[in-house]
């Protein structure tokens, strides 16, 4: 027997004859309370003993609910307790403290110098120019869509990255959507559709078209172009975002927990509530490069002629070049590609594909950027990086990566109260976010936490803009990734360049002086499938 075995024989034995004789002679309030104490041990530890389906609680009867009852609160006592402000993770205490003081309009500034070791291994940083200067207005938009749209869309640098209706409550989503509107930025709908509350203040759209097509999408599943089309003239809605991947789960569909499926969002994904929403891990419009493209083109013209773009976690970087080539087949170009890191963040996803699938944002945004560049096709795409950005110099580095603007999810939930709890997939999320429970997101102030959303979107700007000025550029559309240092192992600087050689325009096209993996990836793609068997093998660079 182990101790507690032991000890919960004593107590159910000896223990209550004791406590039952003392009552006896001695009744008062404290011996009947040392009486039930022991006899509901004894009840306990009696199911725990035999019947329980816990081993730990079979050795260690009682005392086991212990360390189920610490277990729980593991992460609250890492983050609080044990994490200093540098190793906490996926976001740090010191990346959020900075967008709860953004966001609250708070002094953001630190006192006696960085906590970072700036020679640790693949440490980035920036060179400063001694002649600062300040950028103007005109430099502080994109536009989106000039080339083949109608109706294109001038964009902040920073904006809300796509989080559905159904992840996040209600008075969530209508928070981020005032504030994107205080701010001046446009909103992500998520692949959960359109709902009542992205319309209800006003704010930009991205409307973004995931592989289950809610919001579009007839009884059996398949897409249903009137449905669309009256969702995508509205005239909040300026852009069309068709969702292939996404960072934190690539290669598999949303999951949105049957806890947190209510009528409402049954109703409006059409979908039934007996069992979680999994969306599958491909777009049913979309099995191959060239129905991506015929996609992308019957949406733009269903919606007005509104950009219209896809987004993607790029895994093979020869499946990417393959879209390549059937934009070249085609004529068809999409107005942006939005890419997401396998840093990113969702609700749910399984471990595996969270920890080990996807390319990192900055790799991946180097990759498009480049395969754009090599079929002369940049210029009339923009690139929308997405994954983990909580401070202006992870917007300075995506864009010098190749990027034109950048998504926020995670630190704009931040911004309206997240505190990193990690119960978004258990509908019991502490702050009112990511829950369907009405007596939990009721809590959240719409107005308040909007304020919070502007304030942390518009002085993440202006710092953005400092540093680039910092740099002795007048505009983010001079930053390129040369200007970006990493620190080796052997201690010394490299530009982030130097990892991979650049493709000029036209170069794949050319195919002049590509150099391997270049070579063998643009060869071994096509223009009718996605899939390319990875047979290429890596090495290091050679500079």
């Known amino acids: 027997m182990t101790i507690m075995q032991k000890t919960f024989w004593f107590i159910a034995t000896i223990g209550n004859i004791f406590l039952l004789a003392l009552l006896i002679y001695v009744p008062n309030i404290f011996t009947i309370f040392l009486l039930l104490l022991s006899f509901t041990f ?11 389906p816990h081993t730990l609680n079979r050795l260690y009867p009682v005392v086991a609910y212990l360390r189920y009852f610490l277990e729980s609160y593991r992460v609250e006592i890492q983050q609080y307790f044990i994490a200093n402000n540098t190793e906490e993770t996926p976001f740090n205490r010191e990346q959020r403290s900075l967008v709860y003081q953004r966001s609250k309009n708070q002094r953001d500034t630190i006192a006696f110098g960085t906590q970072r070791d700036l020679a640790e291994n693949n440490y980035l ?18 536009l ?41 930025c446009y909103h992500n709908t998520g692949e959960g559709g359109a709902s009542p509350y992205h319309f209800k203040h006003g704010g930009d759209l991205v409307w973004q078209i995931g592989t289950g097509l809610f919001g ?15 969702t995508a003239t509205l005239p909040n809605v300026k852009m069309i975002e068709i969702k292939l991947s996404q960072g934190a789960k690539p290669g598999h569909g949303g999951v949105l ?40 083109e019957r949406l733009r013209e269903l919606s007005g002629g509104k ?7 790029v895994g093979n970087p020869a499946e990417f070049l393959s879209i390549c080539k059937a934009m070249l087949a085609t004529g068809i170009t999409p107005d ?34 480049n395969a754009l560049n090599g079929v002369g096709l940049r210029h009339k795409i923009k690139i929308i990086a997405s994954g983990k950005t909580a401070s202006s110099f992870d917007l300075l580095t995506k864009i010098a990566a190749g990027a034109d603007l950048v998504n926020a999810a995670r630190t704009m939930m931040m911004a309206i109260g997240c505190i990193q709890s990690r119960h978004c997939n258990t509908n019991q999320c502490p702050t009112g976010i990511a829950t369907q429970d009405p007596a939990r997101s009721k809590a959240l102030d719409v107005q308040v936490k909007s304020d919070r959303v502007k304030n942390f979107h518009d002085n993440t700007l202006a710092s953005f803009f400092e540093l680039i000025g910092s740099m002795g550029l007048d505009s983010p559309a001079k930053l390129t990734t040369q200007m970006i240092k990493k620190r080796t192992i052997c201690g010394s600087q490299v530009s982030m360049a130097s990892f991979s050689d650049p493709l000029n325009t036209n170069d794949l096209i050319n195919k002049k002086d590509l150099g391997e993996p270049w070579q063998a990836w643009w060869e071994a793609s096509s223009a009718e499938q996605f899939f390319v068997n990875d047979l290429f093998i890596l090495k290091l660079p050679t500079s």
């Open 257 to 296: 927990p049957k806890a947190k499926i209510t009528d409402e969002i049954a109703e409006i994904r059409h979908i039934p509530k007996d069992r979680d929403c999994i969306s599958p891990a491909t777009n049913p419009e979309c099995s191959t490069p060239r129905e991506l493209l015929a996609f992308v």
């Open 42 to 52: 004894s009840i306990v530890g009696f199911y725990d003993y035999f019947y329980s």
């Open 125 to 142: 940083s920036l060179w400063h120019s001694l002649a600062p200067v300040h950028l103007t207005q005109d430099t502080q938009r994109v």
């Open 307 to 313: 950009p219209v773009g896809f987004k993607l976690c």
């Open 216 to 230: 579009c999408r007839d009884e059996h599943g398949r897409f249903e172009p009137e449905s669309f089309k009256k």
């Open 336 to 369: 942006f590609i939005t890419v997401d890191g396998a840093e990113g963040g969702t609700g749910a996803a399984p471990v595996e594909f969270s920890n080990r699938l996807g390319l990192m944002c900055l790799e991946a945004i180097s990759i498009v950027n």
């Open 144 to 184: 989106i869509g000039e080339s083949n749209c109608k109706q294109p869309y001038t964009a902040s640098h920073l904006n809300v990255s796509a989080m559905s209706f159904g992840a996040l409550s209600a008075n969530a989503i209508e928070a981020l959507n005032l504030g994107a509107k205080k701010a001046g």
